[in-house]
C-alpha cells in the first residue's frame, strides 16, 4: 500500500482495490483517518471470535469501494451521476465513521454526554474540508442529505447502504461466522434510480431477503452475541467507574491522552467539546488507551476497578443470563445483595458488578425510509407491501431482550 | 479416488471425504451407483449457470460424509448409535437418490406413468441387498422409516435433512449463486436427538432461519429460475413427442436403452417395470441418452420434434412470461393462435410449442413433520409456534406462480 | 444467462463475468460455441476427482474474462490498444480451444490423422467468420500472430498467457485441488507491453514462480495423474478398436454423426476433412456420442471393445504402474503373456490390453518465448537468466515417466 | 467461545476447532495466554495488509488444531501414539510462541540482550508447569527435543512443522495474499513415521515443493515486504532512542508495565531476567504499551524520538530503497550527510534515522534437518537429494538483500 503509486489496497474479500481518485489517497494518508488503523471495528468481539480483529479502517476503505462499484452500477443503467458527485459520494462514506472513539460506543456511554459518534464525524469532515481547501463541500452536502440526488446519501445510509453491505460481509469472514455474507455484488447489481431515490430491480426481491437475515443472524450470533453483551457493558462500567474516581480526586493512571477526558469535571457534551477545541485531542485516542489504563487497572486500589478491568484483560467476564423482564427486579436484588456479600463490596458499589441490560433488535423497519423495489411496469412498491413473495414478517420484527450480568458464583 | 486404498475423495466443498465404512466403497464401486456420474444434478440449469455439471454422484457422497458428520456429533453428545446403524444409516443416504432417471423428473412425466425416481430408488435398493446378502436390510428399514431411531431417517428425509443441506452448498457452489450457501458445520453442530427425534437447540434458531431463506433463494435463483423452467419443460414435450411419434410407428432415432422404453406401447408403470425386469435396463439410462436423441431430433422430419430439439441444443429456448392466473386461458389461446400461423404447424400440435406450467413452492411446512427446538428446560417447541424470534412468516410461505412458453415472436 | 439482455455470465471464480461487445455475445449464442457446453474441460479426470465435469464453453469464457482484464490493465497502464483491437483479442481467445473434439485429444490419436485441434479451431473461425461478414478478420490475424501488436497474440498464447490463468484456477476450483489455485488478479495487474511484447514487472517474479510451480502441481496432480492416464489411454484403445472393427466391416453400434467418422475407410486427414466438407459433421460431435457409443459396446460381441468399454463406464479401470524406461520391452512382454493366457484372447490384440505410456512434462521452456521481466532501468530479463532470485531451476525442468497398463491380475 | 461449554473455537480458516483435552482449556485460560491477544501475529505489516491484525493466540491455537490433525493421521497409519504423548504435543505446539515480546522481535533488538522469545517461551512453561503441577513436563521434553518420539518435536519445529502450515495460510488469508495458501490438508495427509522421525509419503513432493514455494513468495510479499522493512526497523530505533534516552536521565513517558523495562540501567539478559523475576512484569507487556508509548512520543521534545514515531503513527514512513552491497557505505554517508542539513540534526545521530538494513531469506536450508521422503519400497530420500521431479534448485536458495532507509527528500 504504497500512497500515490500503485493506488491499490489488498483486500482479502474484494481482492484489490482501485482507488480512482488522487483526494481519496490524500484523505487515507491524513493522520486523523490513520487513526482508524487502531480502532478494531468489531471492539471487544475478538474475546468470543478471535479472528475478529479488523479495524474501522479496513472497513471504511471496503465501504468507499462498493460504493464506486454501486455508482459505477448507477452510471451503466444510464443514470448521469457527475465525475463531482462520484467522488463526493466516495468521500462521504470513506469518512462515514470517522468519529468513532476507541471501542465504539464505550465512551459515549461513559465519558461523553449527548455526543454522538455521527456528530463527532461532522466535526472531522468539516476539520478536514478545511485542511482540503472546501473540496469536501458537496461531500458533506451528500454527508446531510442535502443533495438534490437523495441516492447518493441513501447508498450511504438507509437499510440497504454500501455500509451494512460491508460490514456484514466483512464481520463475517474475519470473525469466522460465514453465514453473514451476503452477495454485494449481485445486491449492487440490481441498485436503480427512481425519482432520485435508490430503489431495487424487482427480481432482486429473494436476495434482499436474504440480506436482510443475513444482517438479523449477525446481530444475534455477533454484535448481540451475550458474550461480548457481557464484555462491552463491563468495559462501560469500568470507564464509569473510572470517571467516578477522577471526578472524585483519586488519582488513578491513564495516558496523558485519556487523562484529558478523565479528569474533566464539566460534562463533556457537544457543547463544551467545541468550545475547547477537542476534536484534536480526540484524535489521539483508540484501542491502545484503553487497553494500557483497564490492564494498569487491574492492579488499581479500588476494588471495583480492579475486578471489572480484570474480567476483561484476563477474559474472566461477568457472567450473562436471559431474563424474564417482569422478574428483573426482584432478580436483580437477590444476586446484588448475594455480591455484597460474597465480595465484600459495598452496597453503593453493587451497581458496577451486578446490573441489567436491555437490548433491542428491528430486523427491518418499515415505518421509515423504507426499501423500494422497482416492478417491469416502472412503478414502486415498498417491500412491507409485498404480502405472496416475502416470507418476512415485516411488522413484527423487533426484539426486546433483557439480560443479567455478573460475577461468577452469585446467582 | 483409487478405492479401496487412501480411502479418500476429493471434495472442493468439504476438502477430504473420508470413507468410514468398507461396504461404502463396494456399494460407490457397483455399477449403478457409478451411473449417477452420468446424471447431472441439476439437470438442464447449466444452461443458465454453466458452472452447474455436478452429478448426482458427487451429491450422493457429499450427504453421505454430511451424515457421517452428523452421527460423530450426535454419538459425541451421548446419544447411543451403534457401528452398525451409523453404517446403515449412510448406506441410506448414499443411495436415497439412486432411482432418479437422467434429467431428473424428465422421463417421470412424459415416458413413465406413476413410477417416481422414489420407487426406483427402492427397487434399486432392494436389488443390491441381494448382491450384498441382506447387509443392506437396516438401510432399507431407516430409509423406509421403519426403524425405531426415527431420527435416522430424518436425517434422510425430513425439513432439515443432510440432503437438503448437501445440495444447498452444492448447488450454490457449482453455480455460484453464493448467496445459497449455508453452514452446515454449524447446523449440524446444534443437531440433537429428543425421544428419538431429530431436534435442533434453541440457540439454532437463527442459523434454521437463515437456512430456510437460503433455500427458498435458491428455489427462485436456481430451481425455478425462469429460463430453466422453459428449458426443462420443453425437454418434457420433447420426450411426450418422441414417445407419441413412436407410439404410431413412426421410425425415430434413439439409443438402444432408450429405445427400449420409447417403444413400449404399454403403459410403464410400476407393474409393468417390475414383471418386464426393466431395472436393469433402466441403470443402463444416463443423460447422454437423451442429449444424443435430442441433438439427433434436430434433424427429425417431424417439425415439432426438430423444433423443440434444437431450443435445447443450440440453447435458443422458447420465450416465458409470468401471467395472472385469470388471464392464462386467454392469453394460451391468443399465442397459440399466433404460433401456428406463424409456424405453419396443426392445430392439434400446438400444445408442444405453447403451453402454461404452473409451479408451487413453500418456504416451509408446517402441518406436517416441522422443525423442532429443543429448550433449555429440555422442552420441544415446533418452528411454526416461535412468535418472538423468527421473522419467518411460517403460514404463508407457500407461492403458486404461471407462466406461458411459446416461440419467439409469437406473443 | 439471457443473452442480450443483462449481458453478465454468473461464474463461481470470478463473480459476474460481464461481456463488453455486442458480437462476443453473438458468437457464443452460435451453435459451434455452445457445442462447447457438451465437452468437458478436463475428459475423465472426473473419475479421479468427481467435482471436475465443468465445460470447455465455460473455460472459454472465463479465458474471455481474464483477456478483458489483461487489456484494461494494460490500457491503464498508458499503453493504446484500440477498441477494434479489444475486441478482435477477446474473441480471439473466446475460439482458441472451438476446435477441441470430444474427450480433448481422444479422437487425436485414433480416429483422425494429422489433424490437431488448432487446425480445426482455424477451420471454425474462418467459417464463423464468414457468418459474421468479415467481423473476425483482425481476430484470426491476431490468433494466426500475424498481428503487428504480438503482445495480444502472447496473451492467448504464450507460457503466460490467459488462457493458462484461466484453466489453472478453473481445474483447481473444480477438481478441489485447491494447490493449483493462483492468483490470476495479481499476475494480471503486473502484466505491462514492452516493444509490442508482453512482459511482467520485475517486482512480479516471485508470484510467476509460484504460477509455475502451481502449473506443474496441477500437471502431476491432475492432468497426468496416473488414474486419468489410465483413463485417457484406454478410451484411445476403445476408439481405435471401434474404428478397427469398422474397417473391417464389422456391424459396431454407434451414433450416427460419430458412424461417419468411424465408418470412413479413408484416413481422415486435413486435406480429406476439408474435401468432403466435414466441419460441419464434426461440430456435431460431443462427449455424448463418445459414451453413449462406450456404454453400448459394454454389451459388444467382440471381447476387447466389450472388456476396454466396461472399464471406462463401471470405472474398474485398467492398473498402471511406473516403470524404468530399460524395464519396459521386458515388463511388457512378460505382462502380455499373462493376459493372453488369463483373458483368452488373441496375441495380436494384447496390445490393446496390455500397453505402455509415456509422459513428458516441462516446467518451464527456456528455449523459445520465454517470459520475460521488465526491470526498473526498462530494461528485460529472460526468466532463466535471474540467478539470484529464483529458485527454479530452468534448464532442468523437463521429466519423462513411463508406465505400462493392463488389466488386474496380470502383473 | 464460553471455555469448558461447548470447547469449539470459530475460525475463518478451518471452520471450528475442537479441543480435545481439559488442560489445553485451562492453559488458553491462563493469563499468560491470554496476553498473546493483545500481540499481533504480523507486527508492523498491517501497515501494508490493512486486513492483517490476527494475533498470536489465534495462530497458536490454529497451530494446535494442526497438530491434533496430525497426530490423529499418524495413528490412523497405525503409529502408536499415547494420550499422554497426544496430549503434550498439543500443550508444546500451544506454548511454541509464548514467549514473543510486543511486535515481535522489536525488543529482542533494543531493550533486551541476547534474550530471545524461545527463551523466554521456555521460562513460561517452566512457570505453567509450576501452576499445572507437572503437568506440562512431557510437553516440554518434546519441546526440548528431549523425548525419543523424535516426530513430536519435528512437528513441532522442523522445516515442515505444523507452525509453519498454520502461518502460512492464517498470514495469507487475513493480508489477502492469497497466493500464500497451501493445502495443510493434503500436506498432513501424506505424513508419516519411519525410525521415530517425520517424513513424507513420497508423492507428496509436488505439494511439498508448492508449500516450499509458498513460503518463499510470502517471505517476499508480505514479512520481508519493503515497506513492512522500513515500518519494523524504524520500530526498532524508535526503542533504542527511547531507551538510551532513559539511560541518560532523561524523562520520557512510558506505560508503567514498560517503564521498567525502558528505565533499566543493566543490561536485560537472560541472568538478569531471572534473578529479577523479570517473567511476570514481562507478561504485562503487549502491543498497547508500544503503541501507546510511540503515540505519545509524536510529540516528544527530542526531535529523533519525535520523528521515527511519527513516521511510524501516521504511515509517512522512511523511505527505502535497495542497493547493492558495494556501493552502501558511499550511498550511506551521502544520504546521512544530506538528512543532516535537510532536517538539522546532530552528526551523532543520523544512525537513527538513514541505517542501513541487511535481510537474509532461504528458501530451504539441505545442510540440517532436511525434509525426508519414504518411497514406496520403504526407504528414505533427503529432498536435496531428489534431481529429476523438483524444480527447485535447493543448492542455491539464500538470498541476501540491502536496503538503506532514510527521510523522504535526503536522497
Redesign the interface.
Known amino acids: 500500500?504504497?500512497y500515490h503509486k500503485n493506488k491499490?489496497?489488498?483486500?482479502?474479500?474484494y481482492?484489490?482495490i482501485h482507488i480512482p481518485f488522487n483526494i481519496i489517497w490524500e484523505i487515507i494518508?491524513h493522520?486523523y483517518f490513520?487513526r482508524l488503523?487502531?480502532i478494531?471495528q468489531l471492539g471487544l468481539s475478538?474475546?468470543?471470535?478471535?479472528?475478529a480483529?479488523?479495524?474501522r479502517?479496513?472497513h471504511a476503505?471496503g465501504a468507499m469501494h462498493l460504493m464506486n462499484q454501486a455508482i459505477r452500477t448507477l452510471k451503466s443503467k444510464g443514470h448521469k451521476i457527475t465525475k463531482k458527485e462520484h467522488e463526493a459520494s466516495l468521500i462521504a462514506i470513506l469518512l462515514h465513521d470517522i468519529g468513532h472513539g476507541p471501542f465504539s460506543h464505550a465512551l459515549e456511554h461513559s465519558i461523553v454526554q449527548n455526543l454522538s459518534h455521527e456528530k463527532i464525524s461532522i466535526m472531522f469532515m468539516e476539520n478536514l474540508n478545511k485542511v482540503f481547501k472546501g473540496r469536501l463541500n458537496l461531500a458533506i452536502n451528500i454527508f446531510h442529505k442535502k443533495y438534490k440526488k437523495k441516492f447518493l446519501h441513501q447508498l450511504i445510509s438507509s437499510q440497504l447502504d454500501v455500509d451494512r453491505l460491508d460490514y456484514l460481509n466483512r464481520d463475517s469472514?474475519?470473525?469466522?461466522?460465514?453465514?453473514g455474507?451476503?452477495?454485494s455484488?449481485?445486491i449492487i447489481?440490481m441498485m436503480n434510480i427512481h425519482n432520485n431515490e435508490l430503489v431495487i430491480d424487482y427480481k432482486g426481491i429473494?436476495?434482499i431477503?436474504?440480506f436482510?437475515?443475513?444482517r438479523?443472524?449477525m446481530y444475534?450470533?455477533v454484535y448481540l452475541h451475550k458474550?461480548v453483551l457481557s464484555a462491552e457493558h463491563t468495559l462501560m462500567k469500568v470507564l464509569k467507574r473510572a470517571k467516578e474516581l477522577s471526578k472524585n480526586k483519586n488519582i488513578i493512571?491513564a495516558?496523558?491522552?485519556f487523562q484529558l477526558f478523565l479528569s474533566k469535571k464539566e460534562k463533556i457534551n457537544l457543547n463544551f467539546f467545541e468550545k475547547n477545541n477537542l476534536l484534536h485531542h480526540f484524535s489521539?485516542l483508540?484501542?491502545?488507551?484503553i487497553?494500557?489504563c483497564i490492564?494498569?487497572w487491574t492492579q488499581a486500589k479500588d476494588k471495583i476497578l480492579n475486578i471489572l478491568s480484570t474480567t476483561i484483560?484476563?477474559?474472566?467476564l461477568l457472567k450473562i443470563k436471559s431474563i424474564n423482564k417482569s422478574k428483573i427486579k426482584d432478580k436483580l436484588k437477590e444476586i446484588q445483595n448475594k455480591a455484597i456479600k460474597k465480595l465484600n463490596i459495598n452496597k453503593s458499589d453493587v451497581d458496577y458488578l451486578v446490573f441489567p441490560i436491555t437490548i433491542k433488535n428491528e430486523?427491518?423497519n418499515f415505518i421509515e425510509d423504507e426499501i423500494k423495489f422497482l416492478k417491469k411496469d416502472n412503478s414502486l412498491i415498498n417491500l412491507s407491501k409485498i404480502?405472496?413473495?416475502f416470507?418476512?414478517?415485516t411488522r413484527?420484527?423487533s426484539?426486546i431482550k433483557h439480560y443479567i450480568c455478573y460475577p461468577e458464583g452469585c446467582d
Do not use: C
Request: glycine fraction near 4%; aromatic fraction near 12%.
Open positions: 500500500m504504497s491499490i489496497i489488498n483486500d482479502p474479500i481482492g484489490f494518508a493522520p490513520q488503523r487502531r478494531s475478538s474475546l468470543v471470535y478471535p479472528g480483529h479488523h479495524s479502517f479496513h476503505i469472514f474475519y470473525s469466522g461466522v460465514n453465514e455474507i451476503i452477495n455484488n449481485r447489481s429473494y436476495s431477503e436474504k436482510i437475515i443475513a438479523k443472524l444475534w450470533q458474550t493512571y495516558t496523558p491522552q489521539l483508540d484501542d491502545t488507551d487497553l494500557t490492564k494498569n484483560i484476563d477474559r474472566k430486523t427491518y404480502k405472496k413473495e416470507t418476512i414478517n413484527n420484527s426484539i
